[in-house]
């Protein structure tokens, strides 16, 4: 798949979202450039801000199976990922998969489930597969988590470790929309519902086509030097306890080939990176101390972005 046939597949679904979610083009551009680098979203903002419409609008569009999990303090492991059964006309157990064999798995305030419920996504977001009884079973391909969260509500949630963290590639945030937008978000919503209207403009067959051209997206050794750059910088800083690690470091890279690819280009250009790295950098780094814990680790990275020189084109 060339470049621009994923830019024009990017834009379809886009233009398509769009028809639901109002003024949230950056927002959404970033989320398709993770669905082609096989990355999971996390959607990070207070209620009522279109976390959970942006993704049903997102799984709508592109098609497949898709799954939502409601997630709550008594949600258990084998209600995500699957249990077996023991079925008496066969005489043996047999595996039930779980909600999580779906090719786009919305998670549903993420954060209110335990520690343990939340564990049993690490396999399935890493590897893309499920262990149940000593027996693998891989997911569906494409396979996308989208999880929302609420960062201000803390009573009766329990904080996505750093581990879990790590395996989303982006923790994008919605933001309240201006007033002509939320005008327009009225209008939309006046006299119908334009999500169950909604229909997909592609299919799994595309995004992995679009997905297996990533390699096909070329970085300069000026690019990649900056990249390395920009992750040391983290680690160097006084204010970070943990800074961004190599998987952080590869997460940035594949997030600046998938940008670069919905825009038509075959090349990664240093804004491809600049753009990125709050929203890929950002929740991996670990500042001191806990008081304003997100805003500190985004200081850090745009810190480490106004120090970091861009490297520039030979001439």
Do not use: W
């Amino acid at each position: 798949m060339q470049p621009a046939d994923i830019a024009a597949l990017a834009a379809r679904l886009q233009e398509n979202i769009a028809r639901v979610v109002v003024g949230k083009g950056d927002m959404i551009q970033l989320m398709l450039a993770a669905v082609i680098a096989r990355g999971h979203v996390l959607l990070e903002d207070v209620p009522g801000t279109g976390k959970t419409v942006t993704a049903r609008s997102l799984a709508r569009s592109i098609g497949g199976a898709f799954s939502r999990i409601q997630f709550t303090p008594d949600l258990l492991p084998a209600d995500i990922t699957g249990t077996r059964v023991y079925r008496q006309d066969k005489g043996e157990f047999v595996f039930h998969p779980g909600p999580v064999f779906a090719h786009i798995v919305l998670a549903d305030e993420i954060n209110r489930a335990t520690p343990r419920t939340q564990s049993a996504l690490l396999e399935c977001m890493e590897e893309h597969q499920v262990t149940d009884g000593g027996v693998t079973h891989p997911l569906p391909d494409p396979f996308l988590v989208i999880a929302t969260q609420n960062p201000v509500e803390i009573q009766g949630t329990f904080p996505l470790p750093e581990a879990q963290l790590d395996r989303f590639l982006m923790r994008l945030t919605p933001g309240y929309p201006d007033r002509a937008e939320a005008v327009r978000i009225l209008r939309r919503f006046l006299r119908d519902e334009p999500l169950a209207d909604l229909a997909a403009v592609c299919g799994c067959e595309e995004v992995a086509r679009a997905q297996q051209a990533l390699g096909q997206c070329a970085l300069e050794e000026s690019v990649l030097d900056y990249i390395a750059a920009l992750c040391e910088r983290t680690r160097q800083d006084d204010r970070a306890q943990l800074g961004v690690s190599p998987r952080g470091m590869l997460a940035l890279m594949r997030a600046s080939q998938a940008l670069a690819l919905t825009e038509g280009r075959a090349f990664v250009i240093p804004d491809d990176v600049q753009r990125l790295a709050v929203p890929v950098l950002a929740h991996r780094v670990i500042p001191r101390g806990y008081a304003g814990r997100s805003d500190a680790a985004k200081k850090i990275v745009e810190d480490a972005l106004a120090c970091v020189p861009v490297p520039t084109e030979k001439r």
